[in-house]
């Protein structure tokens, strides 16, 4: 059986910390090792300026949260060292992002890379990222990445796991129709689990035809250290993308 090591202890921890300043529980670890200056710096001084208010109703047009014009809006949630969020955002200036990180190293990371990259078309919410769902006007986001979340292996915390019915019901409400969530995992029973759970959806369909379109990843896919380390142990990484029908 899978279990948590300390790499990934140091994003996600196995306990519990305080409630999360949106709603709902949170399960996870929020800090890690001391930051160093500069990334306490932006924290203090980046994070407010880049940070979602969600305590004023969002935009009816989310392109309202960005300087730069944009044609629609990407959600990446848990974005971990913002290896992809940084990525993604850098190949398209045209489209805006907003990504999710409940742990503080993490969004300090994410912080120092948008300032190293001049990344102007990304916002950000360092908490519990279902409060974000829940605030986004309904079809407003045309792709949701969830990308190698935390899998709860023991059976007793499967409902921790973030994709599950309820979720899926959440995540279709502020997704375009033939919007996109594309999901991956190197754990075959989350694999399975979120599978069974869609295929039970009446809001998603899962578009692979054969096994190469699962076990590809998407065009443009560069490996995260998570997913590095996860081919390291003999895991090996599945893609899916569902469709909002």
Known sequence: MWAVTED????FGEGTDAPPRGHGA????????????????LMSASLPQLRLDLTAP??????????????????EIGFGGGEHLTQRAGENPQIGFIGCEAYVNGTAKMLA???QNGLANIRLWDDDAKAVVDWLPAGSIARIYLLYPDPWPKRRHRKRRFLGEEMLTRLARILKPGGELRFATDIDDYAAYALARVARSSEFEWTAERQADWLTPWEGWRSTRYEAKALREGRRGAYFTFRRI
Not at 8 to 11: A, I, L, Q, T
């Open 113 to 115: 890379q948008i300032e």
């Open 8 to 11: 990934d202890k140091d994003k």
């Open 58 to 75: 969002p935009p009816a047009d989310l392109a309202g949260l960005f300087p730069e014009p944009v044609g629609e809006v990407w959600l």
């Open 26 to 41: 949170f399960f996870g670890r929020r800090k890690g090792k001391t930051l160093r200056p500069g990334h306490a710096d």
